[in-house]
């Protein structure tokens, strides 16, 4: 199993990113998808979901209106469309695949946002 993200990197705020998970080695149609991310010192916290089955999407309240989650199922991919990006959003960002019974669980390596002028 892997989810590789990419696409992260420094921007100033105001700005906008597109990560990108590319995954392999499992049924993504039986996944729901989500973005994490996890600042220094704070504790991993879920930005948003896509649900596989019919691509109900959630977002945090501190992302709704900024950021956009959408997928791929012919790409076995996901993506987070990050604007108005601010430096609270500074964070390292990981792609969670989430099996639909929740009896499995992978994560990517992550990829580091950081926003700052």
């Known amino acids: 199993v892997q989810l590789v993200e990419s696409g992260g990197g420094l921007v100033q705020p105001g700005g906008s990113l597109r990560l990108s998970c590319a995954t392999s080695g499992f049924t993504f149609s039986s996944y729901h998808m989500s973005w994490y991310r996890q600042a220094p010192g704070k504790e991993r916290e879920l930005v948003a979901r896509?649900?596989?089955?019919?691509?109900?999407?959630t977002y945090a309240d501190f992302v709704k209106g900024r950021f956009t989650i959408s997928r791929n199922n012919a790409k076995y991919a996901v993506y987070l469309q990050m604007n108005s990006l601010k430096p609270d959003d500074t964070a390292v960002y990981y792609c969670?695949?989430?099996?639909?019974?929740?009896?499995?669980?992978?994560w990517g390596q992550g990829t580091q946002v950081t926003v700052s002028s």
């Open positions: 969670n695949a989430r099996f639909w019974s929740g009896q499995y669980e992978f």
């Open positions: 896509i649900i596989i089955t019919d691509g109900t999407t």
